[in-house]
């Protein structure tokens, strides 16, 4: 029986990690694949499998028998396969908030704003003295 349960264990730890993939592959038609993106996957994942030790932990003390091992699984096994069903509507949902935000656009102002830097009219100008003064194209980026 021990064996058994190892295993299990060894699978369902290759199981979380296929997860994370098939997490990363979903995120990535909506937000991309860079590294922001694997963080979070990364973050949210630890956070998840924190709290299913915690909670899991807490149940087997309750119940130290090899059935509710794997009843839980199961129920695991269900929920995950529930994700590509429910995952679209709420990536859509979220890319279009998103979208609408315009992040990318405001926050480039903003440093560049903090830079002193303005474009006006495809020149670029440095706030001097309390003034405005065009500058080379190659200082601006």
Sequence with gaps: MQKTIAVTVFISGMVSLAVEMA?????????????LIWATIIGLILIYLTAGYYLGGAWADKSP??????????????TIGLIPLVSRPILRAAANAFD????????????????????????CYQRVAGGYQPIPRRYCH
């Design 65 to 78: 028998r090899p059935a509710t091992f794997y009843q839980i699984l199961a129920w695991a096994g269900f």
């Design 100 to 123: 609408g935000l315009q992040l990318g656009a405001m926050i480039g102002a903003q440093a560049e704003r903090r830079r002193g830097m303005y474009w006006y009219q495809g020149r």
């Design 23 to 35: 997490a990363s592959r979903l995120l990535g038609n909506y937000f991309g694949a860079s590294n």
